[in-house]
């Protein structure tokens, strides 16, 4: 009886296989297909899993799965109720991928107009927001650029020591040590001189006063003018009020404290100075060792080079300023000393650190000198104005271009617009620290524009 149904059924199979359409069905070939249940995934739990109590939650009940309806699709069903299926997402799944507090959502899209315009308006606030910072720090930050460029300056110094067998550190504190000798040498030169001229004008400030009152007596058109508009009397009458009412006194106490903080506040700036030159001078190399390193290394020895001739350019302009300065000091003295001016030590030593100013530092220097000069004798002023003004025209056009083209490679002519427009810019930092920038983007123009446009 079995064989009988085994051929009755093998007869049955040949039939329907020689029977099928060309385009036939895929449910009648031969053999038939068999629907196996498809292999749980990854993010679902077994059934093992379930029963060992491993996760937190169960997926819901799917029912028995026999068909795969219940279960989310076609071969979903194992005979087992877990409902989860290879067709759809159970809850318990979408939960785990959405994660604790929900699933994330999309990228905001960059070219939306209104993405562009939130951008745009942050971008304008950060940036008002940079611009008052700056001015807030103003001072602060020059501290720190005077001090980085003293550091830049005085490192070929240090190098020329190290070349002479001299240690790093040792070097540094040698010019760490001259620096401050010549700060002191400065502070204990001007400030006793000015001190004593101050206290002798405020003992002879009532012999100045009644020798302006007898040389007014004396001229006839003035003692008229005096007579007809009352000019001494109202000055007296005009003091002895201040006095009574104590405004002179506030007047001279208010100045007496302006002074000193002025004074307090440059010399706390002097040590700042100190302090930060010596730590950059200490710390340069690890400094442009870590800028250098912001470079992509096929482009890094490079920029390197480059970069170390920049600085030995800005010494070289620290070095040349500073020889120049040193010059007019040293000529200044000379003839301070042959007319005859009283504290020509101090007011040379004035002339020589203020010379160190682009552009304005030797006139000034010129009109301390000038001014002291005119108390003692109006010839000796005279003198030295003229001295002064043939010197600053020699300076200009001979020395300075020479020790300028020989030390930062700078043309004269491009040497002062830089200056010009520093000073313009950015005040006295500016025109310090113009001449150097020049030679920086100079040479940045003469290595790399230069030769890049020759290539096309």
Known sequence: MPVRRAAAALRAGAA???????????????????????????????????????????????????????????????????????????????????????EPGRPLNRSHPFYLGFTGALGVLLAYAIVQLLGQLSAVLTLVAVS??????????????????????????????ALVGLCAAFFSAVVPPVVAQLTELTAQAPTYVQDLTESIQRNERLAAL???????????????????????????????????????????????????TLY???????????????????????????????????GGYVIGQVSIAAINGVLTFVLLTVLGVPYSAALALVVTVVGLIPLVGAT?????????AL?????????????????QQFENYVIAPRVMQRTVSVPGTLALVAALAGGSLLGLLGA??????????????QEVVMPRQDRH
């Open 16 to 102: 329907a296989w020689r029977g099928r359409p060309e385009a036939g069905a895929r449910a009648h070939r031969w053999p038939p297909t068999v629907h196996l249940p498809a292999p749980p995934r990854a993010d679902h739990p077994t059934l093992d899993q379930l029963l060992r109590g491993e996760l937190a939650s169960a997926p819901p009940d799917g029912g028995s799965g026999t068909a795969g309806t219940e279960g989310g699709g076609p071969g979903a069903g194992t005979g087992v109720g877990t409902g989860v299926g290879t067709g759809g997402e159970s809850p318990f799944v979408e939960r785990r991928r959405a994660g604790r507090y929900g």
């Open 148 to 177: 980085m460029f003293l550091a830049l300056g005085l490192d070929p110094v240090v190098r020329w020591l190290q070349r002479h067998d001299l240690p790093r550190p040792l070097a540094i504190g040698v010019v760490f040590v």
């Open 226 to 276: 005096d007579r007809e508009y009352r000019f001494t009397e109202r000055l007296q009458s005009e003091l002895q009020a201040r006095l009574a009412s104590g405004q002179t006194l506030s007047t001279v106490f208010g100045g007496i404290y302006g002074a000193g903080r002025a004074v307090a506040s440059g010399v706390a700036s002097v040590l700042t100075v100190l302090v930060l």
């Open 280 to 314: 950059f001078l200490a710390s340069l190399r690890g400094i442009t060792g870590t800028v250098y390193r912001l470079v992509p290394a096929s482009r890094r020895r490079r920029v390197q080079l480059l970069g170390d001739e920049v600085i030995r350019r800005i």
């Open 364 to 372: 000034l220097g010129a009109v301390v000198a000038v001014a002291v």
């Open 375 to 391: 108390f003692t004798s109006v010839t000796a002023a005279v003198v030295l104005a003229v001295w002064f003004i043939a010197y």
């Open 432 to 445: 310090l620290i113009a001449i150097p920038v020049a030679a920086g983007v100079l040479l940045v123009v």
